[in-house]
């Protein structure tokens, strides 16, 4: 196994810990970018260690801050709390379980924005990396080291490779593409990671297919 610069300094970042602080803000920017913006409300339970030490490393301002669109080395973590109610954010957090088999820094929100309404569950694993595991049921391995793409559409033949033929289109290598869906012919929630950010014209052009119910943007979270 090899061992990065990145694995042994860890990030840049405000706060006293990789794990509790940078990856806890990476999982709150990730939601935030799967529903489109800031929340308007969020419920965050938090699991094992995350529920533990949540308050003397800073973890619920970090989540907090993640939801607004910062990043881990933003000062403006600390007065979180807050900018969030300056945002309108309205939040709880609570104490769960996910049972023995969750990471140990794992986190479960669910949260709305504009009527609409997401899940999603992920852990923070160490040097402020993170996985998110699912989103609205269906399971993913999001973990934000590269440009991704986010789409819920209809599951209707020809549907993945009309979205990744777009991208190669526009010269774009595909790194990953994973698909799952609710059933045949149902809904199909696709997560596609690319060697290089996409121009904000094509999210337009994908939005406007008819069996797209939403499209979203997470850039590479790398600081």
């Known amino acids: 196994m090899t061992t990065s ?55 619920r301002k970090a989540i907090i801050g993640g939801l607004l669109g910062y990043r881990p080395d933003d000062v403006r973590l600390r007065d979180s709390f807050e900018r969030a109610d300056e945002a309108g954010l309205e939040y709880e957090f609570y104490e769960t379980d996910l049972g023995d088999e969750a990471h140990p820094n794992s986190v479960v929100f669910d949260v709305t924005r504009e009527g609409d309404r997401m899940t999603v569950r992920g852990c923070s694993i160490g040097g402020g990396r993170i996985r998110v595991q699912e989103i609205d049921g269906f399971p993913v391995d999001l973990k934000g080291t590269l440009p991704t793409i986010v789409v819920l559409a209809d599951d209707v033949p020809g549907t993945v490779s009309k979205i990744t033929g777009i991208i190669a289109e526009r010269g774009l290598n595909l790194a990953t593409v994973r698909v799952d869906r609710t059933g045949r ?32 943007n997470v850039h590479r979270l790398n600081v």
């Not at 860890?10 to 602080?21: A, D, E």
């Not at 308007?40 to 973890?59: N, P, Q, R, V, Y």
């Not at 929630?189 to 999210?203: A, K, Q, R």
């Open 5 to 59: 610069l990145f694995d042994i300094l860890g990030p840049r970042m405000v706060g006293p810990s990789s794990s509790h602080t940078a990856g806890a803000c990476r999982l709150g920017y990730v939601v935030q970018a799967i529903i489109g913006g800031t929340p308007d409300t969020a419920k965050i339970g938090l699991h094992g260690s995350f529920a533990m030490t949540g308050e003397g490393h800073g973890t």
């Open 185 to 216: 012919g149902e809904r199909a929630l696709m997560t596609i990671e690319t060697d290089g950010e996409l121009p904000d014209d094509l999210f337009a052009n994908l939005h406007d297919r008819s069996w797209v119910h939403w499209i979203r």
